[in-house]
């Protein structure tokens, strides 16, 4: 393995970059135009009804959000490969970040199909009126949601050490270091104030808007390097000689 990274780092670049984009695709769908796209703000019985009535296609967002999940274990480990002759020990510190964020964000996606659950009912929730119901799968997706923003706490965290790699070892561009840098900050202020301001709903469209530009930015011209580019092997390959001869 170690012959075969050093002289081909950009076939890892590429299938990091790829898998990058697709769990890129797999979450849009699946968190937003399959779950999201069911809850109605303020109303958690016509939240549940919507639930019930498009089951078929909130499970394929569960799946898409697992499937996200295995993905991004490839982008950590490939992210490693790709670091690791800039800074051993760091680049161990930033893939187990994003793989604690991977294992949080799995438990909170359990939160889903206990909301799809309650929404369509049946069995021993027949003893539930459709209001408690309701208000138990309303529950389920608060859950899922504080889950997943305790998740991205780690995401940030991840990013963060990615742009500091990226920008002192001149592997790629220094712009999207920057970028990274910059979604990192928005990831993290975001998920400090969901969890820790009772008044974050005033600020949370703002937030949401941030998180979301420089996440797709950044994130995608990152994929986009590691798919079009590769790295830069040259430099690569001096940090990986120097790395192996110390």
Not at 60 to 74: E, P, R
Not at 103 to 109: F, I, K, R, S, Y
Request: aromatic share 8%.
């Amino acid at each position: 393995m170690e012959s075969t990274e050093a002289t081909n780092p950009k076939a890892y670049a590429r299938l990091t970059g790829a898998c990058y984009l697709g769990l890129g695709v797999a979450g849009i769908f699946g968190g937003f135009l399959a779950i999201a796209a069911q809850v109605v703000p303020g109303d958690p019985v016509a939240t549940a009804q919507n639930l019930a009535l498009n089951g078929g296609m909130v499970r394929a967002g569960i799946l898409a959000w697992m499937l996200t999940l295995v993905l991004d274990v490839v982008v950590a480990w490939g992210l490693y490969v790709l670091t690791r002759p800039a800074d051993t020990r760091l680049s161990v510190l930033m893939a187990w970040l994003r793989l604690v964020y991977v294992a949080v964000h799995a438990g909170a996606a359990a939160n889903l199909a206990r909301a799809l659950r309650y929404a369509e009912g049946g069995g021993h929730l027949e003893a539930f009126g459709t209001d408690q119901l309701a208000a138990l799968a309303s529950d389920a997706l608060l859950a899922h949601r504080t889950g997943f923003e305790i998740a991205l706490l780690f995401f940030g965290l991840h990013l963060g050490l990615l742009a500091v790699l990226l920008w002192r070892s001149g592997f790629m561009p220094k712009l999207i270091a920057a970028l990274l840098c910059a979604s990192s900050a928005a990831y993290l202020v975001n998920a400090v104030a969901f969890l820790g301001l009772a008044t974050y709903d005033r600020y949370a469209a703002l937030l949401l808007g941030l998180v979301s530009v420089l996440a797709i930015v950044a994130e995608l011209a990152l994929a986009g390097y590691l798919l079009a580019v590769g790295i830069r092997t040259e430099p690569w390959l001096r940090a990986d000689e120097k790395r192996r001869t110390a």
